[in-house]
């Protein structure tokens, strides 16, 4: 099994940059255990960041769509 990265120990632009593959592999149809296995970070992680990044998208665009136009 790869050695795991502990990603609160990482700077704020890797974390970023992290997320970010996360985000685009999982997009393309990767599995958690598969990006996990890409980034160095431990499945369950790849799931929550994915998870809460998906939430927060659809907070914002439920906000935008109450914006007074």
């Known amino acids: 099994m790869n050695e795991k990265i502990d990603p609160r120990k990482l700077p704020t632009s890797e ?12 997009d393309k149809g990767f599995l958690f255990k598969d990006i996990s296995e890409v980034t160095g970070v431990h499945t369950d992680t790849v799931g929550r960041w994915y998870r809460d990044l998906i939430h927060r998208n659809q907070l914002y665009k439920s906000d935008e769509s109450l914006s007074i136009q």
């Open 15 to 26: 974390l970023a940059r992290l997320r970010k593959q996360v985000v685009k592999l999982r």
